[in-house]
């Protein structure tokens, strides 16, 4: 049976949780650099901005190679680009 949640999955796109969660991945999987991190249905322009600042600073680390999103709406788009 698949599980399923009792709330919706609550997205954290702050600087400090996207950090702990790129090195986690990095440990998990073992590796130096992550090929592809995507932010799933960012917020809007306000809230995204710490997040694309941190993720900008991890790829010029070299802890990231690429970067991606996935958006619900066509004006999340403009926001994260």
Not at 45 to 56: C, G, I, T, Y
Request: hydrophobic share 50%.
């Amino acid at each position: 049976l698949a599980r399923r949640r009792a709330q919706p999955f609550a997205h954290d796109f702050s600087a400090a949780h996207i950090t702990a969660a790129v090195e986690a991945s990095l440990h998990r999987l073992g590796t130096d650099y992550i090929d592809l991190y995507q932010l799933h249905s960012p917020p809007g322009p306000a809230a995204v901005e710490p997040a694309l600042e941190v993720l900008a600073r991890l790829q010029a680390q070299g802890k990231i190679r690429a970067l991606g999103a996935a958006c619900e709406e066509l004006e999340d788009v403009a926001a994260v680009l």
